[in-house]
């Protein structure tokens, strides 16, 4: 059974930092992009970053590019999101998900930006 | 960043059919291929449709997708109340170099 559990939300304060983990487990990870997609309370689907399977290629949507850094380890089948620099806006659930159109998706972590 | 239009809203009794559309352009839907997401209340967002209009394993066949240069359209027939939930399409854009979501779609049954 495919799986993939975040971890590492909760309260942060503006301008400072989270580090979110997610463990997949019932797929060939290292074999797989991978991306962060949030949805702040009531809106839409936002995608944050992707990382290619090998961690060669790496993007961000301009919301983030230079405060957030994605990362994975393929002998942990483990997928990390650095946030720095947080802001009220980036106040939302947090999915990992595979390659989006092979379909797996975590069950999402609440992060929370407020002083 | 979204710059694929969906309608808010669209309704339907059930039984009958009902399509969503998703609106683009050449960066994104014209020269890539087009996946939808449904997203039930209080859940994760799950993968209907991928490469325009092809379905994964154990979703029904009610579901069925399509596009025509850069717009792309979610077909939903039989409908049931348990469709009830937000469709959003997404697709790579090729100028912004980022994935694209639609701005989403609440259906009513």
């Known amino acids: 059974e495919v799986q993939l559990v975040e971890s590492g939300g909760g309260l942060g304060e503006p301008g400072g930092s989270l580090r979110l983990s997610c463990a997949a487990s019932g797929f060939m990870f290292s074999s797989y992009a991978m991306n962060w997609v949030r949805q702040a309370p009531g809106k839409g689907l936002e995608w944050v970053s992707s990382i290619r399977s090998s961690g060669s290629h790496i993007f961000y949507a301009d919301s983030v590019k230079g405060r957030f850094t994605i990362s994975r380890d393929n002998a942990k089948n483990s997928l990390f999101l650095q946030m720095n620099s947080l802001r009220a806006e980036d106040t939302a659930v947090y999915y990992c998900a595979s390659e989006l159109a092979i379909g797996y998706w975590g069950q999402g972590t609440l992060v929370t930006v407020s002083s | 960043q979204s710059v694929l239009t969906q309608p808010p809203s669209v309704s339907a009794a059930p039984g009958q059919k009902v399509t969503i559309s998703c609106s683009g352009s050449?960066?994104?839907?014209?020269?890539?291929?087009v996946s939808w997401f449904q997203q039930l209340p209080g859940t994760a967002p799950k993968l209907l449709i991928f490469?325009?209009?092809k379905r994964p394993a154990g979703i029904p066949g009610r579901f069925s997708g399509s596009k025509s240069g850069t717009s792309a359209t979610l077909g939903i027939t039989g409908l049931q109340t348990g469709d009830e939930a937000d469709y959003y399409c997404g697709a790579w854009d090729n100028s912004l170099r980022v994935y694209v979501f639609g701005t989403g779609t609440m259906l009513s049954v």
């Open positions: 050449s960066s994104n839907i014209g020269n890539n291929y």
């Open positions: 490469e325009n209009d």
